[in-house]
């Protein structure tokens, strides 16, 4: 995939602003932004982080999934290389998107001394592996220590947390986007 492929947010950042009838100027007051970086971003010459690509999403009244969606050309095939941003660099040291685009399929890598201090709670599955190092978990009120190798099921609405405890640590997050709703089947 070239870098024009990896760029199309800014198409559909357009199209919503223009859509809402908004300027420029206007998004960029609501975003905290500015007017000549929202300008490269609409025109392709410049990757928002996910955190401006939120901002952005909020001051557009949509989200950033759905940006992303509206942007993204579909895809059978892709592959990610070691020090690809994935088409959106990340705002955080030590994160790293494993999926091009926006997927049903979501997943990233978290390398370094994490610690998500805050309790997270999705709508989705999440799956965490653990390939390298060690972590804590604390979900529903519950400590679970993971080693490598070791993997962490969590259903939709499940409270968590997690922190590395072990040097090197390194943590692949897969889960089910945030913009799909999945539905749990009755079994028979």
């Known amino acids: 995939m ?13 199209r919503r602003r223009r859509a809402l009838e908004l300027t420029l100027a206007v998004v960029a007051a609501r975003s905290g932004l ?15 982080s996910m955190r401006s690509l939120h901002q952005v999403a909020e001051a557009l009244e949509t989200t950033a999934a ?7 050309p579909a895809h059978t095939v892709d592959v990610v290389r070691e020090g690809d941003d994935a088409g959106i660099m990340s705002t955080e ?3 790293r998107p494993l999926v091009r685009g926006h997927h049903q399929l979501h997943a990233v890598e978290f390398t370094g001394d ?5 309790e997270s709670q999705h709508r989705n599955d999440e799956l965490l592996y653990v ?5 804590e978990v604390e979900a529903e009120g519950r400590v679970h220590q993971l080693g490598r190798g070791d993997t962490l099921y969590l259903t939709g609405g499940v409270r968590h947390r997690w922190r590395a405890t072990g040097e090197d640590t390194r943590v692949i997050v897969v889960a089910v986007g945030e ?4 539905m749990d089947t009755p079994r028979r």
């Open 114 to 118: 994490h610690d998500t201090r805050r």
């Open 66 to 72: 759905e940006l992303l969606a509206a942007a993204d």
């Open 34 to 48: 500015s007017v000549p970086f929202l300008s490269q971003v609409e025109n392709e010459r410049a990757r928002p």
């Open 131 to 135: 390939a390298d190092g060690a972590v």
């Open 2 to 14: 070239d870098d024009k492929d990896t760029l199309r947010v800014g198409t559909a950042v357009r």
């Open 93 to 95: 040291a030590g994160v």
């Open 179 to 182: 913009h799909i709703e999945a």
